[in-house]
């Protein structure tokens, strides 16, 4: 791929491992690995104003956004957007718990599908569960302010 770049004009990244590999919840794994998740994912395409999540109801698959952009909402208030990498929805598979958010499409989107079977296996070999959980405890700190010190 010489002269060309990551992604396309429309910032797509060129293959759904290099789109894996952008998600910080991936951070860190292998091409390998990654092509084994990407193995497992279906790939689907939704229209705009498609839920993605629905606050209270089972969390059984997460999302990976591969193009188009969602509304994030908790209750009636609407808390965040999504981009392309984000994951979406793997807190409530890996804690089986309810949905927390509502997300719904304001475009047209290409998803990329992981059911928790899938995901649960991330946790099945310990080295790349300690890389897993390592990255799902620094998701779950969301972001953190960087002081001065922090600087080399």
């Known amino acids: ?83 392309i990498g984000e994951l979406i929805g793997e807190i409530g598979v890996l804690k089986h718990t309810l949905r927390t958010a509502t997300v719904t499409a304001t475009t047209p989107m290409r998803l990329l599908v992981i059911n928790s079977r899938e995901m649960n296996w991330l946790f099945e070999d310990p080295k790349l569960a300690a890389r897993v959980q390592q990255n799902l405890d620094k998701h779950l700190q969301g972001p953190q302010p960087h002081s001065a010190t922090d600087q080399p």
């Open 1 to 83: 791929m010489k002269g060309e770049g990551m992604f396309t004009r429309h910032g797509v990244p060129r293959s759904r491992i290099e789109l894996l590999g952008q998600v910080p919840f991936f951070e860190g794994l292998s091409k390998k690995v990654l092509a084994r998740i990407d193995s497992h994912v279906d790939e689907v395409q939704i229209p705009a104003g498609s839920k993605l999540t629905e606050q209270g109801t089972g969390a059984y698959e997460a999302f990976v956004i591969a193009e188009g952009e969602a509304e994030v909402k908790v209750g009636d208030e609407v808390v965040g957007h999504t981009s």
